[in-house]
């Protein structure tokens, strides 16, 4: 038995040097440098205590958490419609769709720009029909299109494998019991579509709390965290106060995800 | 234990036929009267629209423009099937997998918006006519085939529905549980006194349960009748081949006589110009060689228990079928005397 263990363990040993390594180490070493600064460890309870922090690091959990919900609606509503529908142009559809997947961040702030900043394809038509320019490319509004744009293709593939895997008779059965469309959907597709919008969820959210790109492209007046940390890093060379900062970032991340899986867990469980 | 009013369905389709997007015609336009209270089973391989049909009737599927559904008279084609009452009973369960199985039992009622206490004692109703109340508060996935399917037939009976449609019910079980179900679904059916449509594939299920069998091939009704007709009157070669084992020789019939190179058949109502008798393997028994009408070998003797089923060849054609008591042992090549009783003789 002992002899047994011993041979798991050795089996085990390279994986956990690897872990360690190139996961807890320099995720330690993060934490040390967070506490590295003239205030010590006492660079955490800022992110709550200073207003400026606070403000950023809510406004990219609301921001990331609005993301998410759109694009699941998004993603779920067309994913859904482009299994169940088979049109010409359907698979050349879905591949547009899945388009984007390779563009950075940089690209999609770009393509914001062009169709809501100030030379716009938005702004100029709503000039064309009410004389006033409607420009939100460089604010939350710009960053969330941007965000939502950059999640779908992410998640959209997804939401179309678990779709086709529904059982179509489990819907009719439903009808058959006196079902309208909208309780077959919020009693049968909606639930069977759950793992894999808690998988899709949490990829779109983890993205949408820790992108860059897009939100340099747009406006470096943009208060998300990343962008934060970014200033501290770069500008103010507050080594410490990035460190802090990015540790937090990953940990609320992880947080919320794991804190939605519970919550979905047991459900999802029961859905065998 | 069931005090339900009963006020079985009639169901009428009239012209009623489906061709397919892609322009594949599954059901030719079909005409079909089926009474209240009566089970009908609609028999055919895959492929020879007894699924289509039943999908009209539930409302799964418009017919094809000109066809109409009819439930009591009154026309029905255009109702969607959440407005039609019936239940449904799939071959694959579909089951809710996110419910418990009372939970499962209990959705019809819950979308009609019944009273909590009464969906209770609606669901304990159910569960005690299916035998399954200690699998009240399992998961789906907890449950064996067997169970699945009761708990199905529960959910589709719960809400009292006018009729019953059953897909294949029992194609996923295994051959024993098949048997045990099939015999509670009978009784069941009985007791209910609801119309019930029910497709297989399989023709002991359908002369089991059904009171009249429609059998049906290639988009088009074969035949439908009572079971003992279907199977002592085929009207097709189709339904004489797909109903049991059917024996074939070839003959002339002359003078009340149907005269075959292996012997001569007395066969007084022998259709004129008959060149073909069918008749079934019990029809046949092995007799001495001086009183028999018919002479072969054996090509092959299968003992199965309570009867041997011999294979016996007269002619050019494939062997004759012939179920015999399993008494004595025949050999390879023996020659035996078949004796055919008239009564059991078709023509087609």
Same mark, same amino acid.
């Given at each position: 038995?002992? +002899?047994?263990?011993?041979?798991?363990?050795?089996?085990?040993?390279?994986?956990?040097?690897?872990?360690?390594?190139?996961?807890?180490?320099?995720?330690?070493? #993060?934490?040390?440098?967070?506490?590295?600064?003239?205030?010590?460890?006492?660079?955490?309870?800022?992110?709550?205590?200073?207003?400026?922090?606070?403000?950023?690091?809510?406004?990219?959990?609301?921001?990331?958490?609005?993301?998410?919900?759109? &694009?699941?609606?998004?993603?779920?509503?067309?994913?859904?419609?482009?299994?169940?529908h088979k049109f010409p142009g359907n698979a050349l559809l879905v591949s547009m769709l899945t388009f984007p997947l390779a563009f950075p961040g940089v690209v999609i702030g770009f393509?914001?720009?062009?169709?809501?900043?100030?030379?716009?394809?938005?702004?100029?038509?709503?000039?064309?029909?009410?004389?006033?320019?409607?420009?939100?490319?460089?604010?939350?509004?710009?960053?969330?299109?941007?965000?939502?744009?950059?999640?779908?293709?992410?998640?959209?593939?997804?939401?179309?494998?678990?779709?086709?895997?529904?059982?179509?008779?489990?819907?009719?059965?439903?009808?058959?019991?006196?079902?309208?469309?909208?309780?077959?959907?919020?009693?049968?597709?909606?639930?069977? #579509?759950?793992?894999?919008?808690?998988?899709?969820?949490?990829?779109?959210?983890?993205?949408?709390?820790?992108?860059?790109?897009?939100?340099? &492209?747009?406006?470096?007046?943009?208060?998300?965290?990343?962008?934060?940390?970014?200033?501290?890093?770069?500008?103010?060379?507050?080594? %410490?106060?990035?460190?802090?900062?990015?540790?937090?970032?990953?940990?609320?991340?992880?947080?919320?995800?794991?804190?939605?899986?519970?919550?979905?867990?047991?459900?999802?469980?029961?859905?065998? | 234990?069931?005090?339900?009013?009963?006020?079985?369905?009639?169901?009428?389709?009239?012209?009623?036929?489906?061709?397919?997007?892609?322009?594949?015609?599954?059901?030719?336009?079909?005409?079909?009267?089926?009474?209240?209270?009566?089970?009908?089973?609609?028999?055919?391989?895959?492929?020879?629209?007894?699924?289509?049909?039943?999908?009209?009737?539930?409302?799964?599927?418009?017919?094809?423009?000109?066809?109409?559904?009819?439930?009591?008279?009154?026309?029905?084609?255009?109702?969607?099937?959440?407005?039609?009452?019936?239940?449904?009973?799939?071959?694959?369960?579909?089951?809710?997998?996110?419910?418990?199985?009372?939970?499962?039992?209990?959705?019809?009622?819950?979308?009609?918006?019944?009273?909590?206490?009464?969906?209770?004692?609606?669901?304990?109703?159910?569960?005690?006519?299916?035998?399954?109340?200690?699998?009240?508060? +399992?998961?789906?996935?907890?449950?064996?085939?067997?169970?699945?399917?009761?708990?199905?037939?529960? !959910? %589709?009976?719960?809400? +009292?529905?006018?009729?019953?449609?059953?897909?294949?019910?029992?194609?996923?079980?295994?051959?024993?549980?098949?048997?045990? #179900?099939?015999?509670?679904?009978?009784? #069941?059916?009985?007791?209910?006194?609801?119309?019930?449509?029910?497709?297989?594939?399989?023709?002991?299920?359908?002369? %089991?349960?059904?009171?009249?069998?429609?059998?049906?091939?290639?988009?088009?009704?074969?035949?439908?009748?009572?079971?003992?007709?279907?199977?002592? !009157?085929?009207?097709?070669?189709?339904?004489?081949?797909?109903?049991?084992?059917?024996? +074939?020789?070839?003959?002339?019939?002359?003078?009340?006589?149907?005269?075959?190179?292996?012997?001569?058949?007395?066969?007084?109502?022998?259709?004129?110009?008959?060149?073909?008798?069918?008749?079934?393997?019990?029809?046949?028994?092995?007799?001495?060689?001086?009183?028999?009408?018919?002479?072969?070998?054996?090509?092959?003797?299968?003992?199965?228990?309570?009867?041997?089923?011999?294979?016996?060849?007269?002619?050019?054609?494939?062997?004759?079928?012939?179920?015999?008591?399993?008494?004595?042992?025949?050999?390879?090549?023996?020659?035996?005397?078949?004796?055919?009783?008239?009564?059991?003789?078709? %023509?087609?």
């Amino acid at each position: 038995m002992s +002899r047994e263990s011993a041979r798991l363990f050795a089996l085990l040993l390279p994986a956990g040097v690897f872990f360690l390594a190139f996961f807890l180490l320099p995720l330690a070493r #993060l934490f040390a440098i967070g506490g590295s600064g003239k205030e010590g460890f006492a660079a955490y309870a800022a992110i709550v205590s200073d207003a400026n922090y606070f403000s950023s690091l809510m406004s990219t959990l609301a921001l990331a958490a609005m993301t998410t919900i759109t &694009t699941l609606v998004i993603s779920g509503i067309s994913g859904v419609f482009l299994q169940r529908h088979k049109f010409p142009g359907n698979a050349l559809l879905v591949s547009m769709l899945t388009f984007p997947l390779a563009f950075p961040g940089v690209v999609i702030g770009f393509m914001v720009i062009m169709l809501s900043g100030r030379q716009g394809l938005i702004g100029d038509i709503a000039m064309y029909l009410t004389g006033e320019k409607i420009v939100f490319a460089y604010s939350m509004a710009g960053l969330f299109m941007g965000y939502v744009y950059f999640s779908v293709p992410r998640t959209i593939l997804t939401i179309m494998a678990a779709a086709e895997k529904l059982d179509p008779r489990i819907e009719e059965a439903a009808r058959s019991l006196g079902a309208s469309t909208w309780r077959v959907v919020f009693d049968v597709i909606l639930p069977g #579509l759950k793992p894999a919008f808690i998988a899709a969820g949490a990829i779109c959210f983890a993205t949408a709390m820790g992108a860059f790109g897009t939100a340099f &492209t747009l406006a470096t007046r943009i208060n998300v965290l990343p962008m934060v940390i970014y200033t501290e890093f770069t500008l103010q060379a507050n080594m %410490a106060m990035a460190a802090a900062l990015s540790f937090v970032l990953g940990a609320v991340t992880w947080l919320v995800l794991a804190i939605a899986r519970t919550a979905a867990g047991s459900t999802v469980a029961a859905a065998g | 234990m069931m005090t339900d009013p009963v006020q079985p369905l009639a169901i009428a389709l009239s012209r009623c036929g489906k061709t397919f997007a892609d322009g594949t015609r599954a059901l030719e336009p079909l005409d079909l009267e089926i009474k209240a209270g009566e089970t009908v089973v609609f028999l055919g391989p895959s492929g020879c629209g007894k699924t289509t049909t039943l999908r009209i009737i539930a409302g799964l599927e418009d017919p094809d423009a000109g066809g109409r559904v009819l439930f009591d008279g009154v026309d029905v084609t255009a109702q969607p099937i959440e407005q039609r009452n019936v239940g449904m009973v799939f071959q694959s369960y579909a089951l809710f997998p996110n419910m418990t199985v009372a939970e499962n039992i209990g959705y019809g009622l819950r979308v009609r918006r019944a009273k909590k206490p009464a969906i209770a004692a609606r669901v304990d109703e159910m569960l005690g006519m299916m035998r399954i109340e200690p699998l009240a508060d +399992r998961r789906i996935d907890q449950l064996s085939g067997g169970q699945r399917q009761r708990v199905a037939l529960a !959910r %589709a009976l719960a809400v +009292r529905p006018r009729a019953l449609l059953l897909d294949e019910p029992l194609t996923a079980l295994d051959a024993k549980l098949r048997d045990a #179900l099939r015999l509670e679904i009978d009784e #069941l059916l009985r007791r209910l006194g609801i119309t019930a449509i029910y497709v297989t594939h399989d023709q002991a299920e359908a002369m %089991a349960l059904g009171d009249r069998i429609a059998v049906m091939d290639h988009g088009k009704m074969a035949q439908i009748g009572p079971p003992r007709e279907i199977y002592r !009157r085929p009207a097709t070669r189709f339904v004489a081949d797909f109903i049991g084992t059917m024996n +074939r020789i070839s003959g002339v019939a002359r003078g009340g006589v149907f005269v075959t190179d292996a012997g001569a058949v007395p066969w007084l109502e022998a259709p004129p110009g008959t060149t073909e008798a069918l008749f079934r393997p019990e029809d046949v028994t092995v007799v001495d060689e001086g009183q028999a009408h018919l002479k072969g070998s054996v090509v092959a003797a299968f003992f199965l228990g309570d009867r041997t089923r011999l294979f016996v060849k007269v002619d050019a054609n494939k062997p004759l079928v012939v179920e015999t008591d399993a008494r004595r042992d025949y050999a390879h090549g023996e020659t035996v005397g078949l004796r055919i009783d008239p009564r059991g003789l078709m %023509a087609l």
